[in-house]
């Protein structure tokens, strides 16, 4: 009868569980924490403001480009935007080339999104490349610098930006980007940078 209570002392209750009890204790444990790490970054994540074509125009002229309104040769060459797309503004000077895309939801946009992305990763994809990606919240973001091409695809919520040029001239896609904010993600920490 003693080594009947000694034994017992030495395993507390909690370790009489069934391993599927402690299993399922640990699974909702580890859930709950994934839950409050999702919540949180959430709450970090600040979503873009998409731009009007009209405040795009205004920034590719402040480059020294002619933005032109190429809205109906889309129309015209597929009548499956004349449901999707509102607006794109165009320029074209040498090798750079740049299109902003304003469609009337979001799954207009990411459609281009994801087209543009798969013909640059079909046509430019190499050994020796320098690629940049990054998403978050309302927005996605890719580039690749490869075979002496430079090509660029942002969609942000309603929006997108397709742009290509030859690399040495990537500089003035990228100034462009930036100065829309199209460039890179926001959190908390930067938004009021």
């Known amino acids: 009868m003693v080594s009947k209570n000694i034994s017992h002392a030495r395993y507390p209750e909690w370790r009489k569980e069934s391993p599927a009890k402690m299993a399922i204790k640990l699974i909702a444990v580890l859930g709950v924490f994934v839950l409050i790490i999702y919540c949180i970054l959430k709450i970090l994540i600040v979503n873009k403001e998409p731009l009007t ?5 205004g920034i590719i002229s402040l480059h020294g480009y002619e933005a032109e309104d190429i809205t109906k040769q889309y ?6 935007f ?12 040498g090798d750079i080339h740049f299109e902003f895309f304003v469609f009337k939801d979001r799954n207009g946009a ?3 999104y994801g087209q543009a992305y798969n013909k640059i990763t079909m046509e430019y994809d190499a050994i020796h490349k320098i690629e940049s990606s990054s998403s978050a919240g309302n927005y996605r973001t890719y580039s690749l610098d490869s075979m002496g091409k430079y090509n660029a695809v942002t969609w942000v919520d309603t929006t997108v930006v397709y742009a290509y040029c030859d690399s040495e001239n990537k500089e003035e896609i990228i100034s462009i980007l930036d100065e829309m904010d199209y460039l890179k993600g926001k959190t908390l920490f930067s938004a009021n940078k």
Request: aromatic share 8%; with cysteine; net charge negative.
């Open 110 to 112: 990411l459609d281009l």
């Open 53 to 57: 074509a009209d405040k795009v125009a």
């Open 82 to 93: 004349k449901t999707t797309l509102d607006k794109c503004v165009a320029f074209q000077k």
């Open 75 to 80: 129309y015209e060459m597929d009548e499956g």
